[in-house]
């Protein structure tokens, strides 16, 4: 693995633990951009990656400064009852853009590199 796909996969994790954190509108913009920034890189030349990534970084630090500090503590994460289809149906039928956006972006980065924080945030988000 490359260190440009390491870093978009530490960016996914950091930008999905915020989030849980602190589920703050801007937050979940920051997981929806990194997962759209994942998908454009991946059809850009790498020298064209590299002049893009570091925009993208001061726009994802300049977004999380927006939102005040977040909990010190590691997120702590409940045993869910719950899975993908019942989360993505929910999502489906609550017709708000931005929770079908956030579930499918939780749902893809979960499949690419699984972590409770993506089903808890998504469930979280259409209960």
């Known amino acids: 693995m490359g260190a440009r796909v390491r870093l978009e996969d530490d960016l996914a994790r950091a930008t999905i633990g915020a ?14 951009a990194t997962r759209a920034a994942r998908i454009v890189f991946a059809q ?3 020298g064209l990656v590299k002049q893009l990534l ?9 977004a999380y400064a927006t939102v005040g ?8 994460i409940p045993d869910l009852a719950i899975e993908w289809n ?3 149906g929910m ?18 980065e979960d499949r690419r590199d699984p972590s409770p924080l993506h ?7 259409v209960s």
Not at 19 to 32: A, C, N, S
Not at 69 to 76: I, Q, V
Not at 92 to 101: C, G, L, R, T
């Open 19 to 32: 989030y849980w954190r602190k589920p703050d509108f801007t937050l979940l913009h920051t997981v929806t």
């Open 91 to 108: 999502a489906v039928a609550s017709d708000d853009d931005h929770v079908i956006k956030m579930t499918y972006t939780c749902l893809c």
């Open 86 to 88: 019942d989360v993505c």
């Open 69 to 76: 500090r977040l909990a010190d503590a590691e997120p702590n």
């Open 44 to 46: 850009l030349p790498d």
């Open 119 to 125: 089903l808890a945030s998504a469930a979280r988000l």
């Open 54 to 62: 570091p925009g993208l970084w001061i726009a994802l630090c300049a």
